[in-house]
């Protein structure tokens, strides 16, 4: 399964950084795979394993913030192992191709 999830710290002012910093190092220490972009942090792995590391990361800001929130989307396909990179390839695949609006 693929999980993808923002964790945000609230009643702490405007700069965030350092608090999911916190979040991202529990998602980067777990050894699952895992990519951060400007919203979310998605990681891939077995569903007790990764809902471990979100409640895990959610506890790592909620030590240091009054408040928290969570968004999450899950993807779950049994059976399915790399999607993290797989799903993005082949997107990729398809704009590289003749009019996908991507490198030709």
Known sequence: MIV?????PLGVGEDVGEYVADAGRVVRESGLPNRTDAMFTSVEGE???VMDVVRRAVAAVEARA????LVLKADIRPGVS????????????HLA????????
């Open 4 to 8: 993808a999830f923002s964790v945000t």
């Open 97 to 104: 191709a003749p009019g996908g609006d991507g490198p030709a």
């Open 47 to 49: 569903w007790d394993e």
């Open 66 to 69: 009054p408040r928290v929130s």
């Open 82 to 93: 790399d999607g993290l990179t797989s799903k993005v390839d082949t997107v990729e695949r």
